[in-house]
């Protein structure tokens, strides 16, 4: 997709003909000015209630109960063949997990919305674990609004497998089987190739080395918003994050001629949006590249090198031992 022709101006209230939208408040105070059935797309990270410096920390069920609130208004502005893309990790107080989308998925189903996918997201890099096995993956909740929703499911297939495949019976045996654009991603996507393929939506997380990395400590990589933005919309629609962090979701809308609002309360993100897509449209930003394999190491990295004194422990000698025997 080409780059814009100039800088878009980013507009700090929601105007109907605007092009680019970025609130700086609370989102309740940004649903209300906003009309019924406006949004194509709803995508976004809410916070977790993790107790981050941006975050308070209450009370799991006066968290849902607040957001349950926003997902109301967040159904009004959705329009009626619109979807709505929610990603959640887990809520952990006293070393139990509490799964998120678990807990969000009746606030949705009680409005009426219809989940079509619950996709699963896997990186690499997290926080570790030491007395559970270490998170990595968080999800997508699909749902939309009615039965005849916006799919595109062209822009964004990937190469068949065995694209030779043929009928083997029926009225159209010996015709090619599948599609020539390729096959359904599926509900787990892993994008560790040039083309999106294989099984799980592999797509790094925005850390120390991610080329995107900013100031916010639980950033959306770009690259996880493009694929639905294409599937689920069309170009000229909106598309609206609710909690618009450093503006990750607005540039992937953005990038792929789609309109794009979001709101943001904590003064010092709102203004590193602004930069990135100011810096976005002159070319300036850098950006993960959609489908970029994710990193493999070739073992000859020092890191990667097994250190002298885990060489001469008993256990090493041990592990050693049960691998040249296996």
């Known amino acids: 997709m080409p780059l814009f022709?100039?800088?878009?101006?980013i507009e700090s209230s929601f105007i109907p003909d605007a092009e680019l939208v970025l609130y700086h408040g609370d989102v309740k105070d940004f649903l209300a000015s906003l009309p019924d059935s406006a949004a194509s797309l709803i995508i976004t990270s809410p916070p977790y209630n993790l107790g981050k410096e941006y975050e308070d920390r209450v009370a799991i069920d006066k968290y849902l109960e607040a957001q349950s609130q926003v997902i109301a208004?967040?159904?009004?502005?959705?329009?009626?063949?619109?979807?709505?893309?929610?990603?959640?990790?887990?809520?952990?107080e006293d070393g139990q997990v509490f799964p998120l989308d678990i807990y969000y998925y009746p606030i949705f189903k009680k409005l009426g919305l219809f989940l079509r996918n619950r996709i699963i997201w896997h990186f690499e890099h997290g926080l570790h674990a030491s007395k559970r096995f270490s998170g990595r993956y968080e999800t997508i909740l699909w749902f939309t609004k009615s039965d005849e929703y916006l799919f595109n499911l062209d822009p964004v297939r990937v190469p068949s497998k065995y694209p030779g495949k043929r009928h083997f019976k029926g009225p159209n045996k010996g015709k090619p089987s599948g599609n020539p654009l390729g096959k359904n991603p599926s509900d787990l996507w892993q994008i560790v190739e040039q083309d999106w393929d294989a099984e799980i939506w592999e797509i790094p997380n925005v850390k120390a080395n991610h080329p995107e990395k900013t100031i916010h400590p639980c950033q959306f990589p770009i690259e996880l918003v493009?694929?639905?933005?294409?599937?689920?919309t069309n170009e000229g629609d909106w598309v609206f994050d609710p909690y618009a962090g450093v503006g990750s979701s607005l540039i992937a809308a953005t990038k792929h001629n789609r309109r794009a609002m979001g709101c943001e309360k904590e003064s010092e993100y709102v203004e590193i949006a602004r930069q990135r897509l100011a810096a976005f449209s002159n070319g300036?930003?850098?950006?993960?590249?959609?489908?970029?394999?994710?990193?493999?190491p070739t073992g000859k990295e020092k890191v990667t090198q097994v250190p002298e004194e885990w060489k001469r422990a008993p256990q090493h000698q041990l592990l050693e031992k049960k691998r040249k025997y296996k």
Do not use: D, T
């Open 226 to 232: 493009e694929r639905c933005v294409l599937a689920l």
């Open 284 to 296: 300036e930003l850098a950006i993960r590249p959609l489908g970029k394999p994710v990193f493999v």
């Open 73 to 92: 208004q967040l159904y009004r502005v959705l329009r009626e063949n619109g979807s709505i893309c929610w990603q959640v990790g887990n809520f952990v």
């Open 5 to 9: 022709e100039k800088q878009k101006h």
